[in-house]
């Protein structure tokens, strides 16, 4: 059955691939460029470096320091503004194939002063089969010690990204994906209470599971879970009004924002405004009884990946406005981007705009630094951390 399965995937990857358009570009320059915007004229992006392999992730410790992961399972450090030639040593063993890898990488709230890090991965299993896990260990600068694995899934396939956020009562929220392509194995399981794929996790910081999560005592949920119904989900985001802030994939059309509650259910797959790389429906209605609106909806699809909302004072204009960043726009290779939301007070959204569209990169996450600039991470074979920072 698993077999078949996973002819069956392949089978609609080939074909979605196949339907796929690109467009011609060029290799990212070395910049710096400066660009205009609707409210805050006059951005400059520079590039850090663009030396990365396919980065995910992106975090900053109290010193500044930034911390990149790529997906082929190498953490990367980036002090005083250059990259480090060698990897921080003493992961673990990494199932690094496809989509799947290193995800995220977090430091703990208190990192300062017990200089612990988390990181989302996948890790390999029997039969070529794999789990999304998550790790914790001691940051000394160069090197993790102390490693180990808090938490992981049932064993999967085709698995996909993973993203991670400390609540402000310093739980740990973490993404797990259902399926990137129907009918890969999992289609379902979003809706599956025994199962920990197509959720939002939450857990101690140690891994134990908190007892005031939403099915803690439920037969037949898992006590891990805190929301249910996602499908491929790369960004998360607690905003200080004490609302956590989600993006997920539909395939093709459908991408959502969704902020995420207790308990609830999100549709994927029963419900859904989203077509299949086909162009059938995924579901016969967009929305059933029951199930969470999205919050911001994209068709066609935009592919969103890390997302945040902007704080700092570096930009006044943006203050306020949600990034999301943007694998390729419409099922066309080569429009990936930043994309910028404008919110009103009760973050629904007002107008958007398409920012670094002439970099023709796929955007993979998007952070506001703690000097108050936007930094971006861009998912390439060559990938690269950009900087915007206004320009005099």
């Known amino acids: 059955m698993r077999i078949a399965a996973l002819i069956l995937c392949l089978g609609s990857m080939v074909f979605a691939q196949s339907t796929v358009v690109d467009l011609p570009r060029a290799p990212l320059g070395d910049g710096p460029w400066v660009f205009d915007s609707a409210e805050q004229h006059t951005v400059k992006v520079t590039v850090i470096t663009k030396a990365l392999q396919r980065p995910f992730g992106l975090a900053f410790l109290p010193d500044g320091t930034i911390l990149v992961t790529e997906r082929p399972g190498r953490l990367r450090v980036v002090r005083n503004g250059v990259l480090e030639p060698q990897p921080v040593a003493g992961l673990p063993e990494i199932y690094a194939r496809g989509n799947d890898g290193l995800f995220d990488v977090l430091p703990h709230p208190d990192f300062a002063r017990n200089r612990l890090l988390y990181f989302a991965y996948t890790k390999p299993g029997p039969n070529r089969d794999a789990a999304h896990a998550l790790g914790r260990g001691t940051f000394d600068g160069t090197t993790l010690t102390n490693v180990e694995e808090l938490y992981a899934t049932e064993w999967g396939t085709s698995l996909g990204g993973s993203r991670l956020a400390f609540g402000p009562d310093t739980t740990i929220y973490m993404t797990v994906p259902a399926a990137l392509v129907e009918p890969a194995p999992g289609w379902q399981l979003a809706q599956e209470p025994g199962s920990s794929y197509g959720k939002v996790l939450r857990l101690r910081d140690d891994g134990s599971i908190p007892p005031d999560n939403p099915f803690v005592g439920t037969p037949g949920y898992r006590p891990e879970i805190y929301s249910l119904g996602h499908r491929d989900h790369l960004g998360l985001f607690w905003h200080p009004s004490g609302q956590l802030f989600q993006a997920e994939h539909g395939p093709n059309g459908g991408d959502e924002v969704n902020i995420i509650r207790a308990g609830r259910n999100y549709g994927w797959p029963i419900s859904s405004f989203g077509r299949q790389y086909r162009g059938q429906r995924v579901s016969p209605v967009p929305y059933r009884e029951g199930i969470e609106l999205p919050q911001i909806l994209w068709v066609p ?46 973050f629904e959204d007002i107008r958007r705009e398409r920012l670094l569209d002439d970099l023709h990169q796929r955007v993979r996450d998007v952070r506001e630094g703690p000097d108050g600039f936007i930094y971006v991470l861009t998912d390439q074979e060559v990938g690269a951390l950009l900087r915007l920072e206004p320009a005099p």
């Open 301 to 346: 699809s935009i592919g969103p990946s890390g997302l945040m909302i902007y704080g700092g004072d570096r930009f006044p204009a943006w203050k306020g406005n949600l990034f999301v960043g943007s694998a390729q726009y419409g099922e066309v290779r080569g429009t990936g981007h930043l994309q910028r939301v404008v919110l009103n007070d009760n």
